[in-house]
């Protein structure tokens, strides 16, 4: 018999697990928590980078979880080309693989070569569309329409791949439209310039591309498709008229879109990217309850102020956005309690939980009124104000040629822009306040756009979120400390 002694066997050293591994042992909402409150010293980020994260999570589930699915599209008004929340937001929604033609390994289309799939698809579509649309009298003809519809998605899946996103300028085909999964909803990733370059272009010239998309349905039929947009803009959006005019278009789709401003100078970071990734992963498969449309915003004084500057700027804006954004507003209270309750359903304390979804609905919140107050940077939902509403074209005309031909006297306000002392008084009264201007002296300055953005998210209209979170925590390490 052989006894088992130290002499007879090697010491091995102590195994330490992955550091990705470790990241994703972390609960989730501890890792929401600290994303919320650590993804950078400056509150204005971390405003917009939660903002993001919601509307993310929202846009994974789509009509799932609500009948409109908001737009997120980030205004960067940093130096730098790239925009680290907009990279963040890619990692949650964007699957380069599912994109990617496969071999399929079971199906009607199983280890067929990729470069049979566009005339397998357009086979099966065309004898599909010559089966007709009633096909109740025939069962054969029901099988061979079954056997057409079956091998068409495949062949999609095999050519394009699946996909809850897709590039914006990769994601219509020219035969079949808006190439999505069989649930007809789908997220349009601004990856690039050449995305960004295909949304302006249909927003300014194919205007019914994005407003009624269509692609084919699960018998190939044109069925309507649900899309919500993900993304940046590039900074030279800022200030072009003809920029400005597709910031409208863009809005009178009558959808929730959400341009939200930031500055992004790189103090961003995500400490614990593995759980938030896998969060969003198992979120997107989960069962989650659907959110109703509340009938009022969560009753605070802070809430209100919120909703009274939404109000005079939304009522300026087209009726049908407006309506949109105030059914989102009237969602987001449901959409942060899914999150969170998501995030802690593994046995989180409940008053951490109701602290955490109290802070991730106050950034989403502020972040989202915020991104319809910046559209005062293109002149839209500007509030001007009885003594100069009347003027409003004329006060736009003004804010165009000083944003062109550089900064403008005083005296020339009155003389070659016709304005009376008191309407000039009172409108460089209202540009300053919003941001839009300076004056220097007897000069009239346009402001640059980090300069607006700045302005916008100190401005006492919006009061700072609370930090609920942190104030448990406290509020914990007191009484643990008393109990000792």
Request: charged share 25%.
């Amino acid at each position: 018999m052989i006894v088992a002694t130290s002499d007879n066997f090697t010491q091995l050293p102590a195994w330490t697990p992955p550091s990705q591994l470790m990241q994703l042992a972390e609960p989730p909402h501890q890792a929401l928590a600290r994303f919320i409150h650590g993804c950078s010293p400056d509150p204005a980020t971390r405003t917009a980078a939660t903002t993001a994260l919601v509307l993310s999570f929202w846009q994974l589930r789509g009509t799932k979880l609500t009948a409109e699915v908001p737009s997120l599209l980030l205004l960067n008004a940093g130096e730098a080309e790239g925009n680290p929340i907009d990279a963040f937001v890619k990692e949650l929604v964007y699957n380069a693989e599912e994109n990617k033609p496969r071999m399929q390994k079971q199906g009607p289309f199983m280890y067929a070569p990729v470069e049979q799939a566009p005339q397998s698809m357009r086979n099966a579509y065309l004898k599909r569309l010559a089966l007709g649309p009633d096909l109740h009298d025939s069962p054969s003809r029901q099988q061979a329409a079954r056997n057409a519809e079956e091998r068409f998605h495949a062949a999609s899946i095999t050519g394009f791949g699946l996909g809850r996103s897709r590039p914006y300028a990769k994601a219509w085909h020219p035969d079949y439209g808006l190439l999505t999964d069989k649930d007809h909803r789908i997220i349009l990733r601004l990856n690039d310039a050449r995305d960004r370059a295909a949304l302006l272009n249909d927003v300014e010239s194919d205007r019914d591309k994005l407003a009624f998309p269509i692609g084919v349905g699960p018998q190939l039929f044109p069925v309507e498709k649900s899309i919500s947009l993900s993304g940046s803009i590039a900074t030279e959006l800022m200030g072009n008229e003809r920029r400005s005019t597709l910031v409208y278009n863009l809005l009178s789709f009558g959808r929730p879109v959400f341009l939200m401003p930031h500055t992004g100078d790189g103090d961003f970071k995500v400490d614990n990217l593995p759980a938030l990734g896998a969060m969003a992963e198992t979120w997107r498969h989960a069962e989650i309850t659907p959110v109703a449309t509340a009938r009022s915003l969560p009753p605070s004084m802070w809430v209100r102020a919120y909703q009274d500057a939404l109000r005079k700027r939304l009522a300026l804006l087209p009726h049908d956005y407006g309506f949109a954004v105030q059914q989102a507003l009237r969602q987001l209270d449901g959409i942060c309690d899914r999150i969170v309750g998501f995030a802690g359903r593994n046995g989180a304390e409940l008053d951490e939980l109701g602290a955490l979804a109290r802070d991730l609905y106050g950034h989403a919140l502020r972040g989202m009124a915020l991104s319809v107050a910046g559209l005062s940077w293109f002149g839209l939902g500007l509030h001007l104000g009885p003594v100069c509403e009347s003027l409003r074209d004329k006060a736009l005309r003004l804010l165009k040629r000083l944003r062109t031909d550089g900064p403008a006297t005083m005296t020339d306000l009155l003389k070659n822009h016709h304005f009376s002392k008191r309407e000039r008084e009172s409108l460089l009264a209202r540009f300053v306040e919003e941001g839009l201007v300076r004056v220097e002296g007897k000069e009239v300055v346009s402001t640059t756009y980090r300069e607006f953005v700045e302005r916008l998210h100190a401005s006492a209209e919006f009061p700072p979120v609370v930090n609920h979170w942190e104030e448990l925590q406290a509020q914990l390490v007191g009484a643990a400390k008393q109990g000792v």
